[in-house]
């Protein structure tokens, strides 16, 4: 079973410096069940929490879920989203919706590289997929609702057709009564993979990876955890640029290169600047993550929080004076999942939290309930 766990108030009362060095410990009872494969959670403009849901064993289950905070009641916003299992590592893990982002009625998901690419010949390499689940893998998609839809609804399905129309561009509309329509149209649709050339497999690719989001502007900017880079995109024309292409960071191992991937996962605000968790690449060597602080308009980065381990997510506590506190970095200490140098984390593959808000995700592994 994916669970939805909260944090108790000690996690954000835990001392910066205790945190960054990934000592603390603090409990997170289970909150909420019955998710495929979580990675983020954002607040409504309604204080529901929407959960981003990577999907299950089945191609296209990738899902948007609502949870009354206070009842822990789970309800499906939109269904049938992209997704599917993806091969990369030593053991398939499921790759879909993996990033939220809300401005007022809209809200912006992010869509994983699914089955885009399959592996290689070579460890660690990749090559194309002629057959993918989806034309949608490594895009980003609007969806817009109305405070009714949020309080009434028990869901929305994407079916096949659907998903071909949003892939040529068509807007997708569901009547839903007083509520007014529930509209899903894509923003961008990113390359799902570029040329990489290696001595030993000159045919090898690398795909793409969304995995997260912030509003900025009339823009959105969007991590990539395969890519190592931050896409400006615009959100009304999709037209996108690279704002920042990370370097990769020293291995702290004797195993590997002696670099790897920073593989950022996460992209919060923190006051006019962006916060970028590195999760890092194989072979995730202890005090090789670290939180990156980077200028929203130039791309000038610098490192703000070192000495992680395979860093998930961050959090900014205002009432601590803008001092960001890391999600749990210490239940990351033995990297224990398949993931390939520069391939994106999975729920289904990690024993993790991602936080957001306050809440948290952990995914043991199971099915879904």
């Known amino acids: 079973m994916k669970n939805l766990t909260r944090f108790l108030l000690c996690f954000a ?3 910066f410096a205790t945190v960054a060095t990934g000592n603390a410990q603090c409990p997170a009872p289970v909150f909420a ?15 529901n929490l929407l959960v981003a849901e990577q999907g299950t064993a ?6 948007i879920s609502i949870i009354d905070p206070q009842s822990a009641a789970v309800r499906t916003l939109v269904d049938g989203l992209p997704s599917a299992l993806n091969l990369l590592g030593e053991q398939p893990a499921p790759s879909g919706p993996s990033g939220l982002a809300m401005r007022g009625r809209t809200l912006y998901v992010t869509i994983g590289s699914g089955n885009s690419t399959l592996p290689g010949p070579v ?3 990749e090559i194309p997929n002629p057959n993918p689940s989806s034309s949608l893998f490594s895009s980003v998609l609007e969806v817009h609702f109305s ?6 609804t028990s869901g929305f399905t994407l ?8 892939a040529t561009g068509q807007t997708i509309t569901f009547r839903a009564g007083p509520g007014g329509p529930v509209t899903i149209r894509l ?10 050339p290696r001595p030993d497999f000159p045919a090898n690719v690398v795909s793409s990876n969304p995995f997260g989001l912030v509003i900025h502007g009339n823009s959105l900017d969007v991590v990539d955890a395969s890519f190592n880079l931050i896409a400006e995109v615009n959100a009304h024309s999709g037209a996108s640029s690279t704002l920042v292409k990370f370097a990769n960071v020293p291995n702290t191992t004797q195993v590997g290169p002696p670099t790897v991937d920073p593989v950022p996962d996460s992209i919060h605000f923190f006051g006019k600047d962006l916060l970028v968790t590195y999760l890092t690449g194989f072979p995730f060597g202890p005090g090789a993550a670290r939180v990156q602080l980077v200028d929203a308009t130039t791309g000038n980065n610098q490192p703000f929080i070192t000495g992680l381990t395979a860093a998930i997510d961050v959090l900014s506590l205002s009432a601590r004076g803008n001092t960001p506190a890391l999600s749990r970095p210490a239940l990351l200490h033995r990297p224990a999942w398949p993931w390939t140098s520069g391939t994106a984390p999975s729920s289904s593959q990690r024993s993790a939290r991602a936080t957001s808000s306050g809440y948290s995700f952990e995914a043991d592994g199971g099915s879904e309930a």
């Open 58 to 63: 089945v191609p296209n289950t990738g899902r």
């Open 123 to 125: 460890p660690g390499s």
């Open 13 to 15: 009362l835990i001392d």
């Open 159 to 166: 079916n096949a057709a659907d998903r071909a129309a949003l």
């Open 33 to 47: 069940s019955g998710l495929r494969a979580p990675t983020k959670v954002i607040f409504s403009q309604k204080n």
């Open 187 to 196: 923003v961008t649709n990113f390359p799902d993979y570029v040329a990489a």
């Open 147 to 152: 405070a009714e839809i949020e309080k009434v």
